[in-house]
């Protein structure tokens, strides 16, 4: 009777992913300048500072001639918006960031649980393997050692 002899090698990604974190969007600033850019980033993308840029774009405002059409659409388009909108699409940005960085944590997550449940199948099959070669190997005792088919 021949006996089961499976042996499991791991993918080579499983050993190097045990060792690795889950990539957030933090992480990817590198350097003086990138910490500047973050730093800025995190002053600029608040509503406050949207609510600080509203302020100044009005008080800039009093100096257009408000009977002139071309200088208010210049002013709402070149002044108020550009310094509003600035501040609250990075208010966004950095929301949309975060629920990205939470995806890309249970992501992690959910692999990690697929890896841990798949060593366990593995672990299980071996101990089947086991107790199907020590049943075999009864039923060869068993059968007085008669010639294997």
Partial sequence: MSKVNFEHHEHPHIEAHKHAKPSKVKD??????????????????TMWCAYVFAGLAIYGGTGVKWTDPFQV????????????????????????????????????????????EAREIQAHLKEQDDAINSILDRLEKLA??????
């Fill in 28 to 45: 990817e600033h590198v350097g003086l300048n990138g910490k500047i850019a973050l730093l800025l980033t995190a002053m600029v993308g």
């Fill in 73 to 116: 659409v210049q002013w709402i388009s070149q002044t108020f918006l550009q310094l509003v909108l600035l501040s609250i699409i990075m208010v966004g940005q950095n929301i949309m960031a975060q629920a990205s960085d939470k995806r890309a944590e249970m992501t992690y997550k959910d692999a990690e649980a697929t890896f841990h």
């Fill in 144 to 149: 007085g050692g008669a010639p294997k088919a």
